[in-house]
């Protein structure tokens, strides 16, 4: 990805930063693995469209770094941290129309499909800025256009450059959106149960920030936990949300989207690719960071 600015560019510094650290790469191997799925050798397009959708992933933590005021990312200071909320807004920026620039290289369907994935990622965020969501139903729409839809868009996208798109397309789609809401529903637990050393940010960002995220969501519904949470200690809140056996509901919300995402993966053909893509479910049942 690195490709994507010209030795001579003042972003190589603050791009070098942040692919010092370049976290699961989940997205370009989802591309990389529904393209594959049918035995095809990567081409040209399935590596641009790949680094293209972990640019705009990298962009969007970048700006939601900020919104967040977080302090951390992926080991690292975030990038507004290290080198300023100015730079880091840029960066964004820069790397977002880095991405389209690889995008172009695919058709024009490809590159529509994503962009409908980016707008609904940032409908997410704007809603839940402006409207933060305190029912099951609206969270549920937030983290499905903020998570669920982009790496959806990836393995549809995938299925369509190995020429599989009008049958396999929708169905792989499906299988990306419940794999993103299996791992958002893993990050709002690992918020209160996880490590810091292991998250490679710190635990307790979401408490700090006041989120609404679906521990919380449930806590409150139940009157576990009442509107004032934000205010109590955050261990006591840890507690609480673990006696309860909410992290443990939540947590199994999250085994549930992966068996739906496994159901997609029975209707495929055995190859290498799909063992690995199963194997990528195996490892998020049992994700600790």
Same mark, same amino acid.
């Given at each position: ?235 006591? /809140?840890? @507690?609480? %949300?673990?006696? &309860?056996?909410? $992290?443990?509901?939540?947590?199994? =919300?999250?085994? *549930?989207?992966?068996? !739906?995402?496994?159901? /997609?993966? @029975?209707? %495929?053909?055995? &190859?290498?690719? $799909?063992?690995?893509?199963?194997? =990528?479910?195996? *490892?998020?049942?049992? !994700?600790?960071?």
């Amino acid at each position: 990805m690195r490709e994507v600015v010209v030795p001579e560019d003042p972003a190589l510094t603050l791009l070098d930063y942040v692919l010092a650290s370049k976290g699961k790469m989940l997205r370009a191997y989802l591309v990389f693995l529904t393209s594959s799925l049918w035995e095809a050798a990567p081409s040209a397009a399935v590596l641009d469209v790949a680094a293209g959708v972990e640019l705009v992933h990298l962009a969007s933590l970048i700006h939601d770094d900020i919104i967040d005021e977080s302090e951390r990312r992926r080991g690292l200071l975030a990038v507004h941290r290290a080198f300023g909320v100015k730079e880091a807004v840029l960066l964004g920026d820069y790397l977002f129309a880095a991405a389209f620039g690889l995008f172009t290289h695919a058709d024009e369907e490809i590159t529509a499909i994503i962009s409908a994935a980016i707008r609904e990622m940032s409908i997410g965020e704007i809603g839940q800025l402006l409207r933060p969501g305190r029912d099951f139903q609206q969270y549920w729409r937030y983290i499905h256009r903020k998570t669920a839809a982009l790496l959806g868009a990836c393995c549809q996208a995938g299925a369509m450059l190995a020429g599989q798109g009008p049958v396999w397309g929708p169905v792989l789609r499906d299988f990306g959106e419940a794999l993103g809401l299996a791992f958002q529903l893993t990050d709002d637990v690992l918020d209160y149960r996880g490590s810091s050393t292991r998250l490679g940010k710190t635990v307790g960002e979401d408490f700090a920030a006041q989120a609404w995220t679906l521990p919380i969501i449930l806590a409150t519904s139940r009157a576990v936990l009442d509107d004032r949470w934000s205010s109590l200690d955050f261990s006591h /809140v840890q @507690a609480v %949300l673990d006696e &309860s056996g909410i $992290l443990d509901e939540v947590w199994q =919300l999250a085994r *549930e989207c992966l068996h !739906r995402a496994g159901t /997609v993966l @029975a209707q %495929l053909p055995d &190859s290498e690719a $799909l063992r690995h893509l199963r194997a =990528l479910l195996d *490892e998020l049942a049992v !994700r600790q960071a």
